[in-house]
């Protein structure tokens, strides 16, 4: 199982909801992302419903096990993630929608990593991790439509592949939690600071050089412009010299 895969997992399709009904909802899928990522998969339900404003007997109405809740909550974010790929696609220049959503990915990365870290030491629910509903496969064909949009524009190296960018980005993630776990020095904590520096590397590696044809004209509009100041200066001194 690849990093990915182990961050995104399926779950259940969603019925149709009174409006009530949908609000109660979303509140404790937010609540509970929030409290597993801070807490682990083990945190209280009782404190995810307290959060939500909602009765205990609520949040069971809608999320009857744990586990069902952990789903949702893994799958909403893989849909957050995929949506922002699509907003970044519609506004921004391909390379730099490509290249923002690839910032939003390694976020997502670093929320999951605690929950996925809880959920393997915990080991009561470490088989949800096997079990992919689309989810991984539908994060990667986002990342491919990007890809592909900065390929085209030329913004992006040949040979470059979405899943190679989102392994990357994933062990990106892992390297500098670990790295923060392990105490590490000034600008190597939690903070992002890793994260980032190690992710800007990976832009430049991946973004296409300037073609020398553009490199070819750019220096010979230069040395063009060169010659026709040298002979301006030339001719402004001959004059002075006839005067």
Do not use: K, Q
Request: glycine content about 10%; overall charge negative.
């Amino acid at each position: 199982m690849t990093v990915l895969e182990v961050m995104v997992v399926g779950s259940r399709a969603r019925g149709p909801m009174r409006a009530d009904a949908r609000r109660n909802y979303e509140r404790i899928v937010a609540a509970a992302e929030e409290i597993f990522t801070a807490h682990g998969a083990d945190a209280s339900l009782e404190e995810i419903a307290r959060r939500a404003g909602v009765g205990s007997a609520t949040l069971h109405r809608h999320f009857p096990s744990r586990r069902s809740l952990l789903e949702v909550v893994f799958r909403d974010r893989a849909e957050a993630l995929c949506a922002r790929a699509r907003e970044h696609a519609s506004h921004g220049e391909p390379g730099t929608a490509l290249f923002a959503w690839l910032r939003d990915f390694t976020t997502y990365a670093a929320a999951s990593r605690g929950l996925v870290g809880s959920l393997l030491r915990d080991g009561r629910d470490a088989d949800l991790l096997d079990e992919s509903d689309g989810c991984a496969a539908m994060i990667t064909a986002a990342a491919g439509e990007l890809l592909g949009r900065a390929r085209r524009a030329g913004a992006v190296r040949d040979g470059v592949r979405a899943e190679d960018l989102l392994a990357l980005v994933s062990a990106i993630s892992l390297t500098s939690y670990e790295g923060a776990g392990a105490g590490e020095g000034e600008g190597e904590g939690d903070d992002g600071t890793r994260a980032d520096r190690l992710l800007d590397l990976v832009i430049e590696g991946v973004r296409s050089p300037r073609p020398p044809a553009v490199a070819a004209s750019s220096s010979a509009t230069s040395a063009a412009s060169a010659a026709s100041a040298a002979s301006a200066a030339s001719a402004a001194s001959a004059a002075s010299a006839a005067s």
